[in-house]
């Protein structure tokens, strides 16, 4: 629960739910995230990662249930909660008729620092996210999408928090600025042992970043778990079919049911989950070959979170069904 | 006590970096002050009337001022929700009452400035202020006071309806009090009915009651104590307004 310092920098949540008339926007979540860890908080767009974060950093109470953030209460002892934890949420807070310095010395100030102090603090977080050499008379509102997050990011340091919350940080940044956030991140962890709550909808991202991952959809938990672990779970190997059409792909997934009954099929390619993948190859081929079924191409790796995803909310993430929605299908089809 | 003066502080900067939002509002005031006082004064001639006109119009002109620039909290309110940045300071150890209060109480500071102003240019008009420097400065504390009432309105508006059109508007509909009550000649020459009523239950009048006495007869208890406790209760009640609002736009949106 504790670091070196003895700081709580644990999050627990208890038979969290808030309902928002009929909709459950989070349904019974149960966390317990130990100090010092980067938790992804993984799911699709409306999953209710941003409602959970919400309820953990006190801005909306919870229909019911209970949760603590760095050995707080969230709806007893707001105020404490807030002294302990940064946060930047996924639509950035920000006033654009103030500089950046203007903002984190006022960010500084309601925190309780000096005015000379919150001077440093200013300065060395507009390096430390790469805005110092911008024009200290431009205000906020004039900066990019990615000026304007990594501001944001500055704000949820001033204090040096021992928890630090961000909802989807790097959604819609170009893959440098993503980078950048990535490093910016993993060095808080490594060097303060600040636990960060992360959620996203990148795969990569959790995969890179995280020491334990939850998979949120519909308001509940399906997964939780290290992403190794998770992956395990899919299966040790993946081989993946690629044939010549969407149809050979289909008729390919009823007849290699007997063979590989932990499967998911996507466009053209099926994915197939075994224990030991090479065993079960040569069966494949035979069995494919029997139904006049022609391979473009077979390759064995390595589980990946997107099959872990498909496998327990039964569809692909939507920015990736995005990428190449012309071709693929409506929605993966999973069996375990 | 310290994140209320940030807050102010913040505001008020905000405030200057946009000087449209301020200057119409002084324009229209001295504008008030103009034309009533060359196109009324000789209401001063009446059997009875004690002072100068302009002394009896300028608190029209201040309280007009007012009503025109309390939005400016409101908006402030809606800009910082709209943006975000509302979320932002709610998520520091802030307390709430600042940051709801901050930009009321900059709006009445903002307004207090104006009407100084207003009542500087009444000076160089030929104003004489019957209960002197002291008298003056009641009555900038009065139109502090009546600024705050505003404000907080106009932060209810705003923190209920989340919309700057439908929160200026909500202020608009205060307008309607300027009128309704001894606005453009003294009580005794008022013959309607309906108005005399209108203007008993209407707040503005002991406001102007308070300021005309400071400034065309001198000190007056009764109608400094009636104007000042008015006043002071409408802030209350709007500032409260303004928190309990506050409260459903935090927790439930």
Redesign the interface.
């Given at each position: 629960m504790s670091n070196e310092d003895g700081a709580d920098r644990s999050i627990t949540a208890e038979s969290l739910r808030r309902d928002f008339a009929e909709l459950h926007a989070v349904d019974g979540v149960d966390l317990e995230v130990p100090g010092g860890q980067i938790f992804g908080f993984l799911g699709p767009n409306g999953a209710g990662k941003s409602t959970l974060v919400k309820i953990l950093t006190t801005i909306l109470n919870p229909t019911s249930g209970r949760a603590t953030v760095g050995g707080y209460d969230v709806q007893r002892q707001g105020g404490k909660v807030r002294e302990a934890i940064g946060v930047a949420l996924q639509d950035v807070g920000l006033d654009p008729l103030m500089t950046s310095r203007e903002l984190l010395m006022l960010q500084s100030e309601l925190f309780g620092t000096p005015r000379d102090e919150a001077r440093t603090i200013s300065e060395r977080l507009l390096k430390t996210v790469g805005l110092d050499d911008v024009d200290p008379k431009k205000r906020s509102g004039a900066y990019s999408g990615g000026m304007k997050r990594r501001l944001d990011l500055a704000l949820a340091l001033v204090h040096d928090p021992r928890i630090l919350f961000l909802d989807e940080p790097t959604t819609g940044l170009d893959p440098a600025s993503r980078a950048d956030i990535w490093e910016e991140v993993r060095r808080l962890n490594d060097e303060l042992g600040m636990t960060i709550f992360l959620t996203t909808q990148y795969l990569e991202e959790a995969d890179r970043l995280a020491d334990q991952i939850a998979i949120i959809n519909k308001g509940r938990i399906v997964a939780q778990g290290t992403p190794e672990k998770l992956k395990r779970e899919v299966g040790d190997e993946v081989v993946e079919l690629q044939f010549g059409s969407r149809e050979e792909a289909e008729r390919a997934y009823d007849v290699v049911e007997a063979v590989a009954p932990n499967r998911q099929a996507a466009n053209r390619e099926l994915r197939l989950y075994f224990g030991r993948a090479a065993e079960n190859v040569p069966e494949l081929v035979r069995v494919l070959d029997g139904a006049g079924i022609r391979l473009q191409g077979l390759t064995i790796e390595q589980p990946s979170l997107d099959d872990v995803f498909l496998r327990v909310t039964g569809e692909a993430l939507e920015h990736e069904v995005d990428e190449a929605a012309e071709d693929v299908p409506a929605a993966a089809e999973v069996t375990s | 006590m310290?994140?209320i003066l940030?807050l102010i502080g913040?505001s008020i900067r905000?405030a200057l970096?946009?000087p449209a939002t301020i200057l119409p509002n002084i324009g229209i005031s001295v504008f008030f002050l103009f034309v009533y006082n060359s196109g009324l004064s000789s209401v001063a001639q009446l059997p009875g009337f004690q002072g100068t006109y302009l002394g009896f119009i300028l608190p029209v002109s201040i309280v007009s001022a007012a009503v025109g620039g309390a939005g400016l909290a409101g908006q402030t309110l809606i800009k910082?929700i709209d943006?975000?940045?509302?979320?932002?300071?709610?998520?520091?150890?802030?307390r709430r009452l600042a940051v709801i209060w901050g930009p009321m109480i900059a709006s009445a500071i903002i307004l207090t400035a104006q009407v100084v102003l207003v009542m500087f240019i009444a000076l160089l008009m030929g104003l004489k202020v019957a209960a002197g420097p002291g008298g003056f400065l009641l009555v900038v504390v009065l139109a502090f006071l009546w600024g705050m009432a505003f404000a907080g309105y106009a932060a209810f508006m705003a923190l209920k309806t989340k919309n700057a059109a439908a929160a200026q508007a909500a202020t608009f509909a205060f307008f309607p009090l300027i009128f309704l009550s001894y606005t453009f000649v003294p009580k005794e020459y008022v013959t309607a009915g309906w108005l005399k009523v209108a203007a008993t239950i209407n707040p503005t009048t002991y406001v102007f009651d308070s300021m005309r006495s400071l400034l065309n007869t001198g000190w007056d208890s009764t109608s400094l104590i009636v104007g000042f406790a008015v006043t002071f209760g409408f802030a209350t009640l709007t500032g409260i307004m303004a928190l309990w609002a506050a409260r459903g736009a935090?927790?439930?949106?």
């Open positions: - | 310290n994140d940030i913040r905000n970096r946009q910082d943006n975000g940045y509302f979320t932002k300071l709610l998520l520091t150890p802030t935090t927790k439930m949106s």
